[in-house]
């Protein structure tokens, strides 16, 4: 009998659909169409440069491989397959040329045919086995099953240079890059033949061709027994806060903090670093471990005791148009000491002082953002700010960005939606009244600001139509209705009202920030710019607006960042790199624990001026694989910005960059045209605006012109309340808009690639 088998017959395929999944490229990405089309260009020369080899080899486990559980001698199959070099070749050059969506989709094909090979495989190894009348009863892949020893132990065992001229490194891998090597450890039953790849056991928990069946977790709380189903990729942190389990780890999922720790009382779970870091020993034979880092492959019943605390910081900041002094409002919902869920606490000798005067109405102006809440009790007469009140948004039990929460409504969760935030803005209010004095007879309307999904999941709508083109709202106009119709309860004898909106992706909160600014009464051109996953714009004056919305991705939230977080104390912020030293600030100046979004584009802004990071966005090649350290946590864990992440932060920039270019030329203007860029929301409160045009997020000809404005979303609700004529320059904004739609304009497109290189311009 042979020991050494050849794969024949293989036949590498490339699918449209994998190749879009390993590029995170979907139908509303901006450059879905541009992606399927180079996919067209080139799949033919693509399935040219495969060139698919494969070797299969019974043999050992040598000393140096062997552990308790796999000893030296256990019999074994060594197998290695290889695409060649010749798409990761093409790849490598599209980018040195500047041509990324080439470059990341010949990447993104030499992972799909390397992956088709496997089918292949696993019957070369059926074929192999009945021959030596034995069954595999494992299969192993480096590192997580076996040192990634076994890389060079293969190469040599299986001849691979004199077999097919793949070579190793030092650093134990493969040439061609494209290349794959599992070892099958045998068994004598013939019978058992377990060699399919089982991503139950793969901890790539990141890879895009994972599919697993949804895990079963048990949870015993409060006497009761629940039980729910945990998706693929998904930790049991977030599957108890989809499940309606309220509670915030404020390292934002990177088991640092230690909030969400649960007990496995029922299951066998692996240990993480993380929980070696935060339990003793013997709470880890208790079965503590942390929820953010914990993803089982096998059913499991848990029990905790969790608090619902929150730590994000929450702007309520806002201009007001001709005037130079702010309203300024609570920044941060800080827990203990700012009120329950971060209400600003004005004292005791203050409540009752606003009651005191019978003739006194009042009004509340709200801002419902995806993440969090704010809302003002304003002075009727005045229209001054008595006090204000945040919390967070607890819809963020069912997914943190509005494609989620439109998800969660249409697969049955549209009335928990809507009680979660019904019941957020009433426990708001309540607060608000209490810690004022303010008795709720005597507030005569509430005016909310927010974008379409939250209007649509607050007032119940379905929003089957609102995530699919041509991506229809049921209704934008005022709604208007009494505090019992729209909030569900009599707390409140009101008059209650949802700002209106332009289309689904420019809602409520832009119109009303555009009222804020006077966009109604401009004669010179300006630009509001909205920076966040959707990142809203509007650009015009009294007599024109052209508005539209860009897919900027999380990024400018610490989303899809390595070591990225929300804007909670001990986030990296601030980052200077001079001499080679670096320098961070955090919020609240705590202890770093991971990056916001103002941290990630100070991060990138200095990498580059230090040459870290070329204008392609190259890392350079000493942080290529490990990324560059920026500070280290309270643990002596390394906080790393990584070449992913630097990819991450062209995206987005380049989806704003290519959103301003595409309305200026829409709208028929040049940057010198414009008079004011208007920064809106937490992030655009808190950026360098000189690092954001550094890296090429915004012109060089708008220094100088850029303000931040905080909450112009609430500034607008006050605004409504404030000012008589305000609902007729509503009407007026709504009437001199218009929307472009970026996911089918060929200009954006253009902008939109050439923006990833990171200079001014």
């Known amino acids: 009998m042979e020991n050494f088998y050849e794969i024949d017959k293989l036949c590498p395929k490339i699918e449209l659909k994998s190749v879009l999944k390993t590029m995170d490229c979907y139908e509303d990405s901006p450059v879905y169409e541009e992606v399927v089309e180079e996919y067209e260009d080139h799949y033919e020369e693509a399935m040219r440069l495969c060139d698919p080899v494969g070797v299969i080899g019974f043999g050992e486990i040598p000393a140096e491989l062997a552990n308790k559980k ?55 190894l059926r074929e192999a086995c009945s021959e030596h009348q034995v069954g595999i009863k494992r299969r192993l892949e480096a590192p997580h099953d076996i040192s990634m020893k076994v890389q060079k132990v293969a190469w040599e065992y299986l001849n691979l240079k004199e077999r097919f001229g793949i070579r190793i490194s030092e650093g134990l891998m493969y040439d061609p890059v494209k290349t794959s090597c599992q070892v099958f450890v045998l068994t004598e039953d013939p019978e058992i033949f377990k060699a399919q790849h089982d991503c139950r056991n793969c901890p790539n928990l990141t890879c895009k061709m994972r599919n697993i069946p949804e895990t079963e977790v048990t949870v015993l709380k409060d006497g009761k027994r629940n039980a729910f189903l945990l998706k693929d990729q998904e930790s049991v942190m ?9 509670f915030s780890a404020f390292c934002g999922g990177n088991g640092l903090c230690g909030k969400c720790k649960i007990r496995v009382t029922e299951g066998k779970t692996a240990i993480s670093p993380e929980d070696r870091k935060i339990f003793s020993e013997e709470e880890l034979r208790d079965g503590w471990r942390l929820s953010c880092k914990l993803f089982p492959k096998r059913d499991l019943t848990i029990t905790f005791d969790l608090n619902d605390e929150s730590d994000f910081e929450i702007l309520t900041d806002h201009r007001e148009e001709g005037d130079q002094d702010w309203t300024e409002g609570k920044t941060a919902a800080e827990g203990a000491g700012a009120g329950s869920d971060g209400a600003e606490n004005i004292g005791a000798e203050r409540a009752g002082e606003y009651a005191e ?40 039990a069912y997914g943190a960005d509005v494609i989620s929460r439109m998800q969660a409504s249409m697969g049955g969760k549209k009335e928990a939606l809507r ?5 957020d803005l009433t426990e708001g209010i309540k607060r608000l009244l ?43 106009d005022f709604i ?44 010179q051109v300006c630009l509001l710019v909205d920076l966040g996953t959707n990142g809203e714009m509007a650009l015009g004056n009294r007599d024109k607006i052209m508005v539209t919305s860009t897919a900027a991705g999380p990024a400018f939230e610490g989303g899809n960042i390595s070591c990225g977080m929300g804007s909670v104390a001990g986030a990296i912020c601030s980052v200077k790199i001079e001499d080679g030293t670096v320098s961070v600030k955090t919020i609240r100046d705590q202890a770093p624990v991971g990056l916001c979004g103002t941290g990630v584009v ?54 704003v960059r290519g959103g301003v270019e595409t309305l200026l030329v829409r709208y028929g203007i040049s940057y010198d045209d414009v008079h004011k860029v208007y920064l809106a929301g937490g992030f655009g409160y808190k950026l360098d605006t000189e690092k954001a045009i550094a890296i090429g997020m915004f012109p060089e000809e708008f220094q100088g012109k850029i303000e931040a404005i905080g909450n112009s979303s609430l500034a607008g609700a006050v605004e409504y309340l404030t000012e008589q004529d305000s609902r007729e320059r509503i009407g007026k904004i709504l009437s001199v808009s218009t929307e472009i739609n970026l996911s089918a304009d060929k200009d954006f497109n253009e902008f939109y690639m050439d923006s990833m290189f990171f200079e001014k311009g």
């Open 70 to 124: 796999y000893p030296e001698g256990t019999k074994v199959i060594y197998a290695v397959m290889s695409v060649g070099n010749g798409l990761k070749e093409a790849s490598t050059r599209a980018f040195q040329e500047g041509d990324y969506v080439c470059g990341m989709l010949y990447d993104a094909m030499a992972d799909s045919a390397l992956f088709s090979l496997d089918g292949r495989l696993v019957e070369k």
């Open 238 to 246: 977030e599957g108890l806060i989809r499940n309606g389990y309220k």
């Open 357 to 396: 005067d019978s003739d006194i109405s009042y009004d509340i102006a709200v801002d419902i953002g995806t993440t969090t809440i704010a809302m003002q009790l304003l002075k009727g007469t005045t229209g001054k700010a008595v006090h204000t009140v945040t919390t967070i948004n607890h819809q963020r």
């Open 419 to 423: 009680q979660s935030i019904q019941t």
């Open 434 to 476: 209490e810690e004022s004095g303010v008795e709720a007879g005597k507030v005569r309307r509430v005016a909310i600001g927010g974008n379409t999904t939250m209007g649509h999941l607050l007032m119940g709508y379905d929003c089957d139509t609102l995530g699919v083109y041509p991506f229809t709202p049921v209704n934008i």
């Open 480 to 523: 208007e209705g009494s505090f019992q119709e729209i909030l569900g309860n009599d707390l409140l004898d009101a008059s209650t009202v949802l700002l209106p909106g332009i289309s689904t992706y420019v809602g409520g909160d832009i119109v009303s920030g555009l009222l804020s600014l006077g966009f109604d009464s401009r004669e």
């Open 602 to 655: 100070e991060t990138v802004a200095e990498l580059v001026k230090e040459e870290i990071v070329e204008d392609s966005g190259l890392l350079d090649e000493e942080y290529f694989e490990d990324g560059f350290p920026l500070a280290k946590d309270p643990e002596g864990k390394e906080i790393v910005f990584t070449q992913q992440d630097v990819r991450e932060i062209q995206l987005a920039k380049a989806a």
